[in-house]
């Protein structure tokens, strides 16, 4: 399992069979009459593939309902496809199911297949009239499936056989009922139609996209050179037009809906509130968001956040009874739950105490909401019941943990994934008064074997005076009691969106550099997700300051360390995590001694726009923020070892970012190491570049620490 001499963990050993890393179980689901519970679990002889698995929720017997080994799958669809990558799902097998109405049934789209699974494991192969279809759903009820076919839109009914095309101008620059690169990128909107709840009407999204000039993105791969034409949404540059149809299923006509949508607007979300249909509306500068919903005149505005910063989205939207809804705002800082009313006769009044950060609105009945969250500790994270409007709160979760849960909220069902750093992630079912455990890493799992280091976790103070979390694991040797000092390794990420100090199973690079001598250091600085709209807000109009100096201050924990060598650190991150390694090489080259940039942003010009323009504003209106904010400034001060890493394929850190490094790290005459991927895009996870990227890694910090 591990280096026979050395007891080490290996690169080898990381990606050899059977893989040492476990998968979580996945898309944890209720079927509707809270009856059975669903969800993705690795195989156990190839743990890169998903298997569909389910369990009575009275009596748990958990079985494996599909074995993707024995099915002919096809070609997965252009718009799936893009969906996964945005999703990050790099498994094969099952990638996403559906219950049906019945709850008897389920729907597995598998790779050009159309898969009607029943619970005793039996599936019938549907043959629909479109060859390569992209998200297909069933609707509320189970009358129809929905999918897209060429960008556009159709329902087939089941009980007929009837295909009913919605749309007939999908084209190379116009899609229907597919969200577009920014809401799935970005927004993580992912959903581009939506049924009534009475099937009665289908909503759907138009995206134009011929309004973003065309521009050429390379795809260099071993043997080849390919120019792709696409339509990037460059920070300061216009985006898609969106429009926001209806078809009626009654009377078979489109109409356009009027939801107030300005022209640089964002359709941010858009979701049925009971049968009420509602529409997020954000500006293009993302400090003003409007809650909308549709009544017998039109769309009326429920609700209006504003920001001196941002405004995060989310969809922690429920309906309630009595008129009433929930809904998480940053408002007062931390994310609480507010209650209001959907005539808007009262302003919204906050339910969850003020020291509750609110993650996700897991589910609601009645009175009752569920929620996930944090109250004590960031680094943990817990399920919450709540009564509303009385604010009476459980918390239904012990231990230092973190949990990732889902809810039937009619009988109070709890399935949650549990894991903490030296526990494997292991899924656990509260049902009927008791908890069984129905998922668990095997006691022979080769992960078991690793001589796992017991990770430190402390805080500091900012300069600003806010609380910073940190992550300390120690080298493997010192953990067996060998003496000597040793290098540290700063393994960052520090850009918004992400936490990386928690309490859960950690990403085995940590274990690996541990096994290789190296101390690794993880610290959440400002700008960090998970703390709220106060510890998020320093990074607005100026990224890479107060994060390096946050990093810069998390080395005064070496001192608390004997075994820390403080002249010999290092610094490594992916995306964001690169520009920080060149940031923080470039302006605090005095502390940090090498660092390996994977995929950095190198010109935030370069990247797209919601995401950018959050944080940095619009670059045709104010370019100050960019060229603050830019590597490529700084690269004067360089003066440290540093080694460049990225995928030749990359779509979304483009690898222009690199090339406009290289260029100017050799007009300034300044050395460094380049280390490049061809035919890999931005995750960089094939097992032959992911062997050779981490030799290397460990090849260039043996050599300068």
């Given at each position: 399992?591990?280096?026979?001499?050395?007891?080490?963990?290996?690169?080898?050993?990381?990606?050899?069979?059977?893989?040492?890393?476990?998968?979580?179980?996945?898309?944890l689901?209720f079927?509707?009459?809270?009856?059975?519970l669903?969800w993705?679990q690795a195989?156990?002889?190839?743990?890169?593939?998903?298997?569909?698995?389910?369990?009575p929720t009275?009596?748990?017997?958990?079985?494996?309902?599909?074995?993707?080994?024995?099915?002919?799958?096809?070609?997965?669809?252009?718009a799936?496809?893009?969906?996964?990558?945005?999703?990050r799902?790099?498994?094969?097998?099952?990638?996403?199911?559906e219950?049906?109405?019945?709850?008897?049934?389920?729907?597995?789209?598998?790779?050009?297949?159309?898969?009607?699974?029943?619970?005793?494991g039996?599936?019938?192969?549907?043959?629909?009239?479109?060859?390569?279809?992209?998200?297909?759903r069933?609707?509320p009820?189970?009358?129809?499936l929905?999918?897209?076919?060429?960008?556009?839109?159709f329902?087939?009914?089941?009980?007929?056989?009837?295909?009913?095309?919605i749309?007939?101008?999908g084209?190379?620059?116009?899609s229907?009922?597919?969200?577009e690169?920014?809401?799935?990128?970005?927004?993580?909107?992912f959903?581009?139609?939506w049924?009534?709840?009475?099937?009665?009407?289908?909503i759907?999204?138009?995206?134009?996209?011929?309004?973003?000039?065309?521009s050429?993105?390379?795809?260099?791969?071993?043997?080849?050179?390919t120019?792709?034409?696409?339509?990037?949404a460059f920070?300061?540059?216009?985006?898609?037009?969106?429009?926001?149809?209806?078809?009626?299923?009654?009377?078979?006509?489109?109409?356009a809906?009027?939801?107030?949508?300005?022209?640089?607007?964002y359709?941010?979300?858009?979701?049925?509130?009971g049968?009420?249909?509602?529409?997020?509306?954000?500006?293009?500068?993302?400090?003003?968001?409007?809650?909308?919903?549709?009544?017998?005149?039109?769309?009326?505005t429920?609700?209006?956040?504003?920001?001196?910063?941002?405004?995060?989205?989310?969809?922690?939207?429920?309906a309630?009874a009595?008129?009433?809804?929930?809904?998480?705002?940053?408002?007062?800082?931390?994310?609480r739950?507010?209650?209001?009313?959907?005539?808007?006769?009262?302003?919204?009044?906050?339910?969850?105490?003020?020291?509750?950060?609110?993650t996700?609105?897991?589910?609601?009945?009645?009175?009752?909401?569920?929620?996930?969250?944090?109250?004590?500790?960031?680094?943990?994270?817990?399920?919450?019941r709540?009564?509303v409007?009385?604010?009476?709160l459980?918390?239904?979760?012990?231990?230092?943990?973190w949990?990732d849960?889902?809810?039937?909220?009619?009988?109070?069902?709890?399935?949650?994934?549990?894991?903490d750093f030296?526990?494997?992630?292991?899924?656990?079912?509260?049902?009927g008064?008791g908890?069984?455990t129905?998922?668990r890493?095997a006691?022979?799992?080769p992960c078991?074997?690793?001589?796992?280091?017991?990770?430190?976790?402390?805080?500091?103070?900012?300069?600003d005076?806010?609380?910073?979390?940190?992550?300390?694991?120690?080298?493997l040797?010192?953990h067996?009691?060998?003496g000597?000092r040793?290098?540290?390794?700063?393994?960052?990420?520090?850009?918004?969106?992400?936490?990386?100090?928690?309490?859960?199973?950690?990403?085995?690079?940590?274990?690996?550099?541990?096994?290789?001598g190296?101390?690794v250091?993880?610290?959440?600085?400002?700008?960090?997700?998970?703390?709220?709209?106060?510890?998020?807000?320093?990074i607005?109009?100026?990224m890479g300051?107060?994060?390096?100096a946050?990093?810069?201050?998390?080395?005064s924990v070496?001192?608390?360390?004997?075994?820390?060598?403080?002249?010999?650190?290092?610094?490594?991150?992916?995306?964001?995590?690169?520009?920080?390694?060149?940031?923080?090489?470039?302006?605090?080259?005095?502390?940090?001694?090498?660092?390996?940039?994977?995929?950095?942003?190198?010109?935030?010009?370069?990247?797209d726009?919601?995401?950018?323009?959050?944080?940095?504003?619009?670059?045709?209106?104010?370019?100050?923020?960019?060229?603050?904010?830019s590597?490529?400034?700084?690269?004067?001060?360089l003066?440290?070892?540093?080694?460049?890493?990225?995928?030749?394929?990359?779509?979304?850190?483009?690898?222009?970012?690199?090339?406009?490094?290289?260029?100017?790290?050799?007009?300034?005459?300044?050395?460094?190491?380049?280390?490049?991927?061809?035919?890999?895009?931005?995750?960089?996870q094939?097992?032959?570049?992911?062997?050779?990227?981490?030799?290397?890694?460990?090849?260039?910090?043996?050599?300068?620490?």
């Amino acid at each position: 399992m591990t280096d026979a001499v050395t007891g080490r963990l290996t690169v080898e050993r990381l990606f050899a069979a059977p893989p040492i890393n476990p998968i979580p179980p996945s898309r944890l689901r209720f079927s509707p009459d809270g009856n059975h519970l669903a969800w993705l679990q690795a195989a156990v002889d190839q743990p890169g593939r998903l298997e569909l698995w389910s369990t009575p929720t009275t009596a748990p017997r958990p079985k494996c309902l599909l074995d993707t080994r024995a099915l002919e799958t096809g070609r997965v669809s252009a718009a799936d496809r893009e969906r996964q990558e945005r999703q990050r799902q790099f498994t094969a097998g099952v990638s996403t199911f559906e219950w049906l109405a019945d709850g008897e049934h389920l729907l597995v789209p598998l790779a050009g297949q159309t898969l009607l699974l029943r619970l005793d494991g039996s599936h019938t192969a549907l043959a629909l009239p479109r060859g390569e279809i992209g998200d297909l759903r069933a609707s509320p009820l189970g009358t129809y499936l929905t999918y897209v076919a060429d960008n556009d839109l159709f329902v087939f009914r089941r009980d007929t056989g009837e295909e009913i095309r919605i749309t007939h101008d999908g084209s190379e620059c116009v899609s229907n009922g597919l969200a577009e690169f920014i809401a799935q990128e970005e927004m993580h909107r992912f959903e581009g139609y939506w049924w009534a709840p009475d099937e009665r009407r289908l909503i759907f999204t138009r995206v134009d996209s011929s309004t973003i000039p065309v521009s050429h993105r390379l795809e260099v791969v071993a043997d080849d050179v390919t120019a792709i034409a696409q339509r990037y949404a460059f920070a300061g540059g216009p985006n898609a037009r969106v429009a926001l149809l209806e078809f009626d299923l009654r009377t078979g006509t489109t109409t356009a809906l009027d939801i107030g949508l300005g022209e640089t607007d964002y359709l941010a979300r858009v979701s049925f509130v009971g049968d009420v249909l509602t529409v997020q509306v954000q500006n293009r500068a993302q400090n003003r968001l409007e809650l909308r919903g549709e009544d017998e005149k039109g769309f009326c505005t429920w609700l209006v956040e504003t920001s001196d910063t941002w405004i995060n989205l989310h969809d922690n939207l429920r309906a309630m009874a009595d008129g009433r809804y929930v809904w998480t705002s940053e408002r007062d800082g931390l994310a609480r739950l507010y209650v209001a009313r959907i005539d808007a006769s009262q302003p919204p009044v906050p339910v969850t105490p003020d020291d509750l950060h609110v993650t996700a609105v897991l589910g609601s009945h009645g009175s009752t909401v569920w929620l996930q969250g944090w109250r004590e500790q960031p680094t943990e994270r817990h399920v919450y019941r709540v009564q509303v409007p009385s604010g009476s709160l459980t918390c239904l979760t012990t231990g230092s943990r973190w949990n990732d849960a889902t809810v039937h909220p009619e009988s109070g069902q709890l399935a949650r994934v549990v894991s903490d750093f030296t526990t494997p992630p292991y899924l656990l079912l509260a049902s009927g008064g008791g908890e069984s455990t129905l998922a668990r890493v095997a006691a022979d799992h080769p992960c078991h074997s690793i001589e796992r280091v017991p990770a430190v976790f402390g805080t500091l103070a900012a300069a600003d005076g806010q609380t910073l979390h940190w992550r300390m694991t120690a080298p493997l040797a010192v953990h067996r009691g060998s003496g000597g000092r040793h290098p540290v390794i700063v393994y960052v990420y520090g850009g918004p969106g992400a936490q990386r100090v928690c309490n859960a199973w950690p990403p085995m690079l940590v274990h690996l550099l541990s096994h290789a001598g190296y101390g690794v250091l993880e610290l959440d600085n400002r700008g960090s997700a998970n703390r709220g709209r106060t510890f998020e807000a320093p990074i607005f109009h100026h990224m890479g300051e107060v994060e390096v100096a946050d990093q810069v201050t998390a080395l005064s924990v070496l001192e608390r360390f004997p075994w820390a060598d403080a002249d010999r650190i290092g610094v490594h991150g992916h995306s964001y995590g690169g520009y920080m390694t060149l940031m923080c090489l470039c302006k605090a080259g005095d502390r940090f001694k090498a660092g390996v940039a994977g995929a950095p942003v190198a010109d935030w010009r370069l990247y797209d726009t919601h995401y950018t323009e959050r944080y940095l504003g619009n670059p045709a209106e104010d370019l100050t923020p960019y060229e603050m904010s830019s590597v490529l400034p700084c690269l004067e001060r360089l003066a440290r070892p540093l080694l460049l890493v990225h995928g030749m394929a990359d779509d979304n850190v483009l690898f222009t970012h690199s090339t406009r490094l290289m260029r100017e790290l050799q007009r300034l005459g300044k050395p460094f190491e380049l280390m490049t991927y061809p035919g890999s895009r931005h995750a960089l996870q094939e097992k032959d570049v992911s062997l050779h990227r981490l030799h290397h890694l460990l090849d260039f910090f043996d050599r300068h620490l």
